[in-house]
């Protein structure tokens, strides 16, 4: 079946740690978005791409990176730069709807 | 910047009842509006889209509707299930089309009492 696939579904970051979040799309679709969730608040834009080799940064770029070398894949680093990295990170792709995975949760040990 | 406030922020009736969830939007130059349904530690499903040029959208009991000019979204429920119970997300996306993504609300927690 076609859809958007995110893992880890849960992923504990290290003091200093940089982690890499994982996205796949089988939809064929060009654009990709990458979105920060916390407890209570809706989502925020942090990178977009509508093309391969081609990103944007969104509304919270800091502390995060991404890279788009396939169109198929849109993995998401969370750098040590990022000091408060613990949310639910959602990944989408296309303008018109919108499809989600289904999340990774990161958390700080 | 274009901000989207809902309200309730949570909201909890019987079984049965009919309910409205309410969307505002502080820019009305919008290309369309959409509500999403979140159950908890999953992603987005979309529920109902309308564009800008439309009034409202239905989807079986779910009823959506648009007044673009007033910057104003209702998503009505109709005889609320248990099943119903989950996060509800109102998102505009910018009269440019959406292509560097779309404006969130924080959403209404919706629990429907069995």
């Known amino acids: 079946d076609g859809g958007i696939t995110q893992s880890p579904k849960y992923l504990f970051r290290k003091e200093g740690q940089n982690v890499t979040l994982s996205c796949e799309q089988n939809?064929?679709?060009?654009?990709m978005y990458w979105y920060r969730q916390d407890p209570g608040q809706g989502l925020r834009l942090i990178y977009y791409?509508?093309?391969?080799?081609?990103?944007q940064k969104g509304d919270i770029a800091e502390g995060y990176s991404v890279s788009r070398e396939k169109k198929e894949s849109f993995p998401l680093t969370v750098t040590s730069a990022q000091k408060n990295p613990t949310a639910f990170y959602l990944c989408a792709s296309n303008i018109q709807p919108q499809h989600f995975g289904d999340g990774t949760r990161l958390s700080i040990l | 910047k274009q901000e989207v406030t809902q309200i309730p922020a949570a909201l909890s009736v019987p079984e049965g009842e009919n309910l409205v969830l309410n969307c505002s939007f502080t820019d009305s130059a919008i290309y369309n509006l959409q509500w999403f349904r979140q159950d908890p530690g999953k992603g987005l499903t979309s529920l109902l889209l309308i564009q800008s040029s439309q009034r409202e959208q239905t989807s079986g009991r779910l009823n959506a509707s648009l007044d673009k000019s007033s910057g104003r979204s209702t998503l009505y429920i109709a005889a609320s299930q248990p099943g119903d119970s989950a996060t509800y997300l109102c998102?505009?996306?910018?009269?440019?089309?959406?292509?560097?993504?779309?404006?969130f609300g924080k959403g209404t927690h919706l629990i429907i009492q069995p």
């Open positions: 791409s509508q093309i391969v080799n081609d990103f």
């Open positions: 998102a505009v996306t910018p009269s440019g089309g959406g292509a560097d993504g779309l404006t």
């Open positions: 939809l064929n679709h060009d654009a």
